[in-house]
């Protein structure tokens, strides 16, 4: 069976520090995909990253920068010198590539809190 | 550029009441579509999905049913809600398969809050 975990629930964090979002994932599929995606208080999810499990090259976007280890089975996400603004609930997404419909399989999310 | 929208924004609802929740998506043609349900502890739930016209999966048996009447609409029904179907319905479309299996990204709506009291 598939399945995301987010194992941490909520975090704090004062501005300017650098935090890390956790995700570990499941499957038995050589080919899928992982995404992250930001859920600010309006409540639309907002795409951050697709990764497929080909390319395990790490990336960086400004702030934002992604850790996919296969070995592992994780996609960690960092985000450099947090604000205010970062202050949202992210989700971690699997999806098997061959999957009838492309149903993505959420992460139960972390709430980070960037404090001023 | 693609949009989707989702309306309406905010609905209380009695309990034994219909419901009628839409979506629509501009600026692509044959998109998948698809329904999450966001209850509270913010776990995100695939309801149904269809991938054309009239083509309806369901993902969770439940009170509610989908339909896709036109290409770009998407409906989620009940014919009587129940207080556990309060949540965050949220919308989203992804490049159909004819445009590729790696076209997978969900671009979601901003999202429905229903409220059964």
């Known amino acids: 069976a598939q399945k995301v975990t987010q194992a941490q629930t909520e975090i704090s964090v004062v501005e300017k520090e650098d935090v890390t979002l956790d995700c570990v994932y499941e499957?038995?599929?050589?080919?899928?995909?992982l995404f992250w995606y930001k859920q600010p208080p309006s409540g639309e999810l907002v795409f951050l990253i697709r990764?497929?499990?080909?390319?395990?090259q790490n990336e960086i976007s400004g702030r934002y920068s992604w850790n996919f280890q296969k070995s592992t089975s994780s996609f960690n996400f960092t985000i450099t010198a947090s604000q205010v603004v970062d202050s949202a609930v992210y989700f971690c997404?699997?999806?098997?590539?061959?999957?009838?419909?492309?149903?993505?399989?959420f992460g139960q999310g972390t709430e980070l809190s960037v404090k001023p | 550029s693609q949009t989707i929208h989702q309306w309406p924004a905010t609905l209380v609802q009695p309990v034994g009441s219909p419901l009628s929740l839409e979506c629509t998506v501009e600026?692509?043609?044959?998109?998948?579509l698809y329904w999450y349900r966001q209850a509270a502890g913010r776990g995100l739930q695939l309801l149904f999905y269809?991938?054309?016209?009239?083509?309806i999966s369901s993902e969770v048996p439940q009170n509610l049913s989908a339909s896709r009447p036109q290409d770009r609409q998407f409906i989620l029904s009940s014919k009587k809600l129940l207080l556990s179907d309060s949540g965050f319905y949220l919308c989203?479309?992804?490049?159909?398969?004819?445009?590729?299996?790696?076209?997978?990204?969900?671009?979601f709506g901003a999202g429905t809050r229903l409220s059964v009291l």
């Open positions: 989203a479309w992804s490049i159909g398969l004819a445009g590729g299996l790696a076209k997978n990204i969900q671009y």
């Open positions: 499957t038995r599929d050589t080919t899928y995909y």
């Open positions: 990764r497929n499990s080909f390319d395990e």
């Open positions: 997404a699997l999806r098997m590539i061959y999957n009838q419909g492309g149903k993505l399989i």
């Open positions: 600026g692509t043609s044959n998109p998948n």
């Open positions: 269809s991938v054309g016209i009239g083509q």
